[in-house]
């Protein structure tokens, strides 16, 4: 993990097109804004933890109806 130090109002750069700016920091919380092309998808990991969790299941669930039709 690359561990970076950055002040309110600086920013960082990901890939040429990704861009994360430090809004806010107000005692142990931190505002980041995001600027990202709209084909790149953002989320919060816990979010994204359910998105794939989701998909998982939907997955086994769409597996097991498929075999039932087989049988």
């Given amino acids: ?15 040429n097109n990704i861009e994360v700016t430090v809004l806010d920091i107000r005692g142990d919380q931190i505002k980041i804004g995001i600027d990202a092309p709209k084909e790149i998808p953002v989320y919060r990991k816990e979010i994204f933890l359910e998105i794939q969790e989701s998909n998982k299941n939907a997955m ?12």
Avoid at 60 to 71: E, G, H, P, R, T
């Fill in 1 to 15: 993990m690359l561990t970076l130090s950055r002040k309110k109002g600086e920013s960082l750069v990901i890939n």
């Fill in 60 to 71: 086994s669930i769409d597996a097991m109806d498929a075999l039932k039709k087989i049988f």
